[in-house]
């Protein structure tokens, strides 16, 4: 896996890349560049969250309400360390593994 700077760079460009897709009223595509860029840099609480806030305008722009909200519910609960415990998990590649998934 590349360095966390090599990986923010690619975010970075990926979110510049989204802007301009949006400013052409590409949102699907604004949508798809900046999920792929979130899914980059799960793993560094600072840049998650960056994530989230462009994910967030977006998400209002598609009226995709139910990742909206988990936008918001993120950016309610920073100051409590969600972004850091989600990176903690992102690290440890526990996050997201079937194994860990909770049975129905």
Not at 26 to 44: P, Q, S
Request: aromatic letters at 10%; one cysteine or more.
């Amino acid at each position: 896996m590349d360095s966390i700077e090599e990986r923010a760079r690619i975010a970075e460009g990926l979110w510049s890349s989204a802007l301009q897709a949006e400013s052409t009223g590409n949102y699907k595509e604004a949508y798809r560049l900046c999920t792929e860029a979130h899914d980059l840099i799960m793993d560094c609480a600072r840049l998650h969250q960056s994530a989230h806030v462009h994910l967030r305008r977006v998400n209002l722009k598609i009226r995709n309400y139910g990742e909206l909200a988990t936008d918001w519910l993120l950016h309610i609960f920073a100051p409590l360390g969600v972004f850091e415990l989600v990176s903690y998990f992102a690290k440890t590649g526990t996050f997201g593994c079937v194994f860990c998934k909770r049975s129905a």
